[in-house]
C-alpha cells in the first residue's frame, strides 16, 4: 500500500529565500505524483502534477521533481513571498485515475 | 476548466441527527468520486470510492453504515454522516475523476461541525 511522507512538517523562512519541501513515497509503481497549496480551513490548489514518465515540472517560482528509483519528490520554491504561506501536499497515484494518497503536508511560513 | 462542487461549504448539526453533502461536476461526466475527510491540522485521509450506478468502496476503518455514500448520477455524489457524533466534525472533500481521462478535480471542500 503506497504511503506518502513529507518532511518537515513545518518551515518558517524569511522572504526572499529559496526552499525545497520533500516528499517521499514507498511504492516507486506511481502513474503520478501531484503537489497542492491548501490555505487554512480551505480546499486544495493543484500546483504541479508529474507524470511517472517524467523527471520534472515547472510553474512560474515553482519547480517539482520526481525520482522514481529513490522514492523522492521535491519542491523548490523561488523567492519565496509572504503570499506562499501555506501548507503544502504532496500526494501519489498508483493507477490512472485511481484515488490519490496525501501526505500530511509541510505548513511553510513566510515572513516579511 | 472542470469544476466541483460541494455542498453545503460548512453546516452544524445536532449530535444524533443526519447531514448530508453533495459534490457535483459541473461541466464533466464523473464516472468515479472520491471521498476524503481531513481533521484539524492533519491529511487528507481517504474514504471511500464511489463508481456511478455502484456501491461505494470503503477504507479500511470507514463504517459504510455510518458514512453513506451513493453516486447515482454522473454527476452527483452524496455523502450523508448518519447519527452524527463530536468526534465526526470534520473537513470532507471530494473529487472527481473526469470519464474516460485521467485528471482528478477537487471541490471546495464542506466543514462539518457536530453540536
Known amino acids: 500500500k503506497q504511503e506518502v511522507t513529507q518532511i518537515p512538517a513545518a518551515l518558517s523562512v524569511p522572504e526572499g529565500e529559496n526552499l525545497v519541501l520533500n516528499c517521499s513515497f514507498t511504492?516507486?509503481?506511481?502513474?503520478?505524483l501531484q503537489w497542492f497549496r491548501q490555505d487554512p480551513g480551505k480546499g486544495l490548489t493543484s500546483l504541479l502534477l508529474?507524470?511517472?514518465?517524467?523527471r520534472e515540472q515547472t510553474s512560474g517560482r515553482l519547480n517539482a521533481s520526481l525520482d522514481k528509483s529513490s522514492g523522492r519528490s521535491t519542491l523548490y520554491i523561488a523567492a519565496s513571498q509572504p503570499g506562499d504561506s501555506a501548507t503544502y501536499l504532496c500526494?501519489?497515484?498508483?493507477?490512472?485515475?485511481?484515488?490519490?494518497?496525501f501526505g500530511k503536508g509541510t505548513t511553510l511560513s513566510v515572513s516579511s | 476548466g472542470a469544476v466541483v462542487s460541494q455542498h453545503p461549504s460548512w453546516v452544524i448539526c445536532k449530535s444524533g441527527t443526519s447531514v448530508k453533502i453533495e459534490c457535483r461536476s459541473l461541466?464533466?461526466?464523473?464516472?468515479?468520486m472520491f471521498w476524503y475527510r481531513q481533521f484539524p491540522k492533519q491529511s487528507l485521509m481517504l474514504m471511500a470510492t464511489?463508481?456511478?450506478?455502484?456501491?461505494?468502496?470503503?477504507e479500511q476503518g470507514v463504517e459504510k453504515d455510518k458514512f453513506l455514500i451513493n453516486h447515482a448520477s454522473l454527476t452527483l455524489s452524496t455523502l450523508t454522516v448518519t447519527s452524527a457524533h463530536p468526534e465526526d466534525s470534520s473537513f470532507y472533500i471530494c473529487?472527481?475523476?473526469?470519464?474516460?481521462?485521467?485528471?482528478?478535480?477537487f471541490g471546495e471542500g464542506s466543514w462539518l461541525t457536530v453540536v
Open positions: 473529487s472527481a475523476k473526469a470519464g474516460a481521462g485521467n485528471t482528478i478535480y
Open positions: 511504492d516507486s509503481a506511481i502513474y503520478n
Open positions: 508529474i507524470q511517472s514518465s517524467q
Open positions: 500526494a501519489a497515484t498508483n493507477q490512472a485515475g485511481t484515488a490519490l494518497i
Open positions: 461541466d464533466f461526466q464523473a464516472t468515479t
Open positions: 464511489s463508481n456511478e450506478g455502484s456501491k461505494a468502496t470503503y
